[in-house]
T-cell receptor, first 115, second 115 residues
Framework: AQSVTQLDSHVSVSEGTPVLLRCNYSSSYSPSLFWYVQHPNKGLQLLLKYTSAATLVKGINGFEAEFKKSETSFHLTKPSAHMSDAAEYFCVVSFLSGGYNKLIFGAGTRLAVHP | NAGVTQTPKFQVLKTGQSMTLQCAQDMNHEYMSWYRQDPGMGLRLIHYSVGAGITDQGEVPNGYNVSRSTTEDFPLRLLSAAPSQTSVYFC??????????????FGNGTRLTVT
């Protein structure tokens, strides 16, 4: 069975400090993994995606994520938080089933950034 | 680039009323879908479509109908609104129906309140 677990519902950091948002997944197949970001009153926007080409994936706005198969993890990091990073972040696993995309969303992690 | 356009942005309904949430995309995407977002639950798939004339149920389809008469449009109908349908609704599309790494493009959402 496929599933995705975001280990923290809320993360709070100070501006300029590192960000770590944790995501574990379970998949019987070789998954595609995504991180999306949602700013207040907006739709979700793709941050980055893993599709088996490289285990370290770089995304927009300085974010990156590392796919670790042995740990079934896909944690999102950023070296230095900015106030504009405050948003909700969703880890998503995608797999093919019956010829169509199937997506499973994590419950989300709300990131707060303090001055 | 309009992308995915949802209307209305906000709607208040009384229990038992019906309405249609509109979604249009101008990217010639095969795949379109409707999600609802509730606090702490991530996004849950209501219905999806892999092309004009083809629709299928997602995780939480009860109380909703969809149709896909054109590639561009994918309206969501609430047949008889209930307070449990109070939520934020997102329409999303992707270029390919059968490619696991095809990212979703989201609209900005419709915030629905049923009293």
């Amino acid at each position: 069975a496929q599933s995705v677990t975001q280990l923290d519902s809320h993360v709070s950091v100070s501006e300029g400090t590192p960000v770590l948002l944790r995501c574990n997944y379970s998949s019987s197949y070789s998954p595609s993994l995504f991180w999306y970001v949602q700013h207040p009153n907006k739709g979700l926007q793709l941050l980055l995606k893993y599709t088996s080409a490289a285990t370290l994936v770089k995304g927009i706005n300085g974010f990156e994520a590392e796919f670790k198969k042995s740990e079934t993890s896909f944690h999102l990091t950023k070296p230095s938080a900015h106030m504009s990073d405050a948003a909700e972040y969703f880890c998503v696993v995608s797999f093919l089933s019956g010829g169509y995309n199937k997506l499973i969303f994590g419950a989300g992690t709300r990131l707060a950034v303090h001055p | 680039n309009a992308g995915v356009t949802q209307t209305p942005k906000f709607q208040v309904l009384k229990t038992g009323q019906s309405m249609t949430l509109q979604c249009a995309q101008d990217m010639n995407h095969e795949y379109m879908s409707w999600y609802r977002q509730d606090p702490g639950m991530g996004l849950r798939l209501i219905h999806y479509s892999v092309g004009a004339g083809i629709t299928d149920q997602g995780e939480v389809p009860n109380g909703y109908n969809v149709s896909r008469s054109t590639t561009e449009d994918f309206p969501l109908r609430l047949l008889s609104a209930a307070p449990s349908q109070t939520s934020v609704y997102f329409c999303a599309s992707s270029k390919y129906k059968g490619q696991g790494n095809s990212p979703l493009h989201f609209g900005n959402g419709t915030r629905l309140t049923v009293t």
